[in-house]
């Protein structure tokens, strides 16, 4: 059972389109972050939201983390093709030895046809 | 330049034939990591670590080693590789003294057992 459920799976939008990409789990997170990975790259941070209800922009990627801190968004205002890739979302827990222990959701699949 | 590098980036082998896969970071992070990505799984921990000589098992450690004998590196050991340990893998690295640091994660290594 995934813990951090990602909606959806797969998403192929027209550049110009607005796009949402949900986050979900059952689980409090200490933190949220999203990451963008490109074909044959590693995973790159875009954002971490910390607080409930909090709202970070990155030009015309918004981010929100939930008021109870077990769920996310992230919404793109008029895609382009550039914005291709895998974007994931991890949750931060804290271990009991205080190192933080991300968990990742299963991804969602962006393409931006041009 | 920061970075993790992973050695190999592909890598072909037959069932039972041990291997080693490579990580160094120089940005004298702490805290090292492996990861299995699968599709529609998302990114799955395999083992930690937070220190030299300090290591632990994440969500999926069956059939890997792992060792930490200098800060710089952490490489993942299969003794005896099977099938179903064909995957992309990622190593990261981040500081340990912020909650919040983002990973930083090697461009993968993608393996197959035949």
């Known amino acids: 059972t995934q813990l951090l459920e990602q909606s959806p799976q797969f998403l192929s939008i027209q550049e110009g389109e607005n796009l949402t990409v949900y986050c979900n789990s059952s689980s409090v997170f200490s933190s949220l972050q999203w990451y963008r990975q490109e074909p044959g790259e590693g995973p790159v941070l875009l954002v971490t939201v910390v607080t409930g209800g909090e709202v970070k922009k990155l030009k015309r990627l918004t981010f929100q983390f939930g008021d109870a801190r077990k769920d996310s968004s992230l919404h793109i205002t008029a895609a382009q093709p550039g914005d291709t890739g895998l974007y994931l979302c991890?949750?931060?827990?804290?271990?009991?030895?205080?190192?933080?222990?991300?968990?990742f959701g299963s991804g969602t699949q962006l393409t931006v046809l041009p | 330049e920061a970075q993790v590098t992973q050695n190999p980036r592909y890598l072909i082998t037959v069932t039972g034939k041990k291997l080693t896969v490579t990580c160094s970071q120089n940005m004298n992070h702490e805290y090292m990591s492996w990861y299995r990505q699968d599709p529609g799984l998302g990114l799955r921990q395999i083992y930690y670590?937070?220190?030299?000589?300090?290591?632990d098992k994440g969500d999926v450690p069956e059939g890997y080693k792992v060792s930490r004998k200098e800060k710089r590196n952490f490489p993942l050991i299969l003794e005896s590789p099977s099938p179903n340990q064909t995957s992309l893998y990622f190593c990261?690295?981040?500081?340990?003294?912020?909650?919040?640091?983002?990973?930083?994660f090697g461009s993968g290594t993608q393996l197959s057992v035949l």
């Open positions: 991890a949750g931060g827990l804290i271990s009991s030895g205080s190192a933080r222990q991300l968990t």
């Open positions: 670590s937070m220190n030299v000589e300090v290591t």
């Open positions: 990261a690295s981040t500081r340990l003294a912020a909650t919040n640091e983002k990973l930083f």
